[in-house]
């Protein structure tokens, strides 16, 4: 009767047989079940992939490390961590931080006022410049 039954229907017999009750939906604790198990292959998964990941970075910095070695430069965190130890030590007796340092020309506002200054008395009439010294 099934052959039959799924020739007239034309093979859409997943949706009929449900319908005339041929097929229940399964039991929630199996279906409880094999999500646990699909949770726990993604889980699996994921720590095979971490520990590809974390093998393949190791040869990595072992590579950069032999590099280093032949051309003798520092890893970033070497060369902050002794930038910073220089900056602590300078600063060790200070109770304020360390200045920063200023470049050339920044602080050297009040010569380049002075100069204006002697710019705009050299073009002033005798009178002003006797007024503006005092």
């Known amino acids: 009767m099934n052959f039959v039954m799924k020739q007239a229907l034309g093979g859409a017999t997943k949706d ?3 319908m005339l009750g041929g097929e229940e939906d399964k039991d929630p604790e199996a279906e409880k079940e094999k999500e646990e ?6 889980r699996q998964q994921e720590e095979e992939r971490k520990a590809k990941y974390s093998k393949m970075e190791a040869e990595r910095e072992t590579m950069r490390q032999g590099i280093r070695d032949k051309y003798g430069i520092k890893k970033r965190e070497e060369a902050e961590a002794e930038a910073q130890a220089a900056m602590e030590q300078a600063a060790e007796g200070s109770l304020t931080r360390p200045k920063k340092l200023v ?3 920044c602080g050297d506002e009040e010569e380049e006022e002075e100069s204006i200054m002697d710019t705009v008395m050299k ?4 009178p002003l410049q006797d007024m503006f010294k005092k």
Do not use: I, S, V
Not at 37 to 42: G, I, K, M, N, V
Not at 123 to 126: K, R
């Open 16 to 18: 009929m047989g449900k």
């Open 37 to 42: 198990e699909r949770q726990e292959a993604l």
């Open 103 to 105: 470049p050339a020309g």
């Open 123 to 126: 073009y002033l009439p005798g």
